[in-house]
């Protein structure tokens, strides 16, 4: 260590009061026993010069804002009682199955469409999800289900046109397996976000062309569509089990609802049904 005289450590005073001429508070040489005892004065005096000196006022922190967070979706009209009461109107128009009336009561319609027209949404009308597509109206939804089913217990079901995936969550109530294909790349994603809060375990989503199917997984004892076409194509018919059942609306302008039956390897039957209105089955995807 060096021998120079050593003028540190200063009081604060020293240093923020340089109008006042101070003596040094050290002497020029210190030994170990004065080095603590001026330490020692140092820390007083600056502590009791440092208290005389006007404290800047010390403001309170300033809160950041509260995070903004979307509020949760409210909708009107969508009691249970509200559910239950579409449930008895279908009961009503002539569906009868009590496993696809209790499907459709559980399913909640209002988390498959827009929040605007939630309030709309246990009323018996086809309303619109986007791209010029629908979700179809809870009868002819039912309907349709009531008549694939023929109260029979169903394994596997398969879906053409999962639209928003409303009908696709009530099928998955009544059938051990379903799958859905939808060819519309932005309908499939908005039925994967509105399935996935209701955790259905047995229910697939593929985005494809509805028109082949999925003869990966074929046999299906049951196959709807969501989509209207001039016929039903050949390789849906297919990909039905002996005994499976298929129902489809089929016409152009004028569209009715289609019964098929395979009841052999290469023979199906087919039976006309009521009225109906969907959008049109197209190939490809999108």
């Not at 239950?84 to 128009?93: D, I």
């Not at 939630?118 to 629908?134: C, M, R």
Request: charged share 20%.
């Amino acid at each position: 260590m060096s021998d120079k005289p050593r003028s540190f450590p200063l009081p604060l005073s020293s240093v923020t009061d340089k109008a006042q001429k101070k003596q040094p508070v050290f002497s020029p040489v210190a030994t170990p026993q004065t080095a603590t005892r001026n330490a020692a004065h140092n820390a007083a005096h600056g502590a009791a010069q440092k208290a005389r000196q006007p404290q800047p006022a010390v403001l309170p922190a300033r809160a950041a804002p509260p995070e903004r967070v979307a509020p949760p979706r409210q909708y009107a009209l969508v009691s249970d009682g509200v559910r239950r009461a579409m449930v008895t109107r279908v009961a009503k128009q002539g569906v009868h199955d009590p496993v696809v009336l209790a499907a459709l009561d559980t399913v909640p319609r209002h988390m498959f469409m827009d929040e605007g027209l939630a309030a709309q949404a246990y009323i018996d009308a086809s309303l619109p999800i986007g791209h010029q597509q629908t979700i179809s109206q809870p009868y002819i939804v039912a309907r349709m289900i009531e008549v694939m089913r023929n109260g029979a217990q169903l394994t596997r079901v398969l879906e053409i046109g999962t639209g928003c995936g409303y009908q696709a969550a009530v099928l998955a109530c009544v059938a051990q397996e379903v799958y859905s294909i939808e060819r519309i790349k932005p309908l499939h994603e908005l039925a994967k976000a509105n399935l996935r809060p209701l955790r259905v375990p047995n229910l697939r989503l593929h985005y494809g062309d509805g028109m082949l199917g999925l003869p990966q997984v074929a046999p299906f004892d049951g196959i709807i569509l969501a989509a209207a076409g001039l016929q039903v194509p050949q390789a849906l018919l297919e990909q039905l089990a002996i005994g499976g059942r298929l129902v489809a609306p089929i016409g152009d302008r004028t569209q009715h609802l289609e019964l098929m039956t395979r009841v052999g390897k290469t023979e199906w039957t087919r039976q006309t049904l009521e009225g109906c209105h969907f959008v049109p089955l197209r190939p490809g995807t999108v």
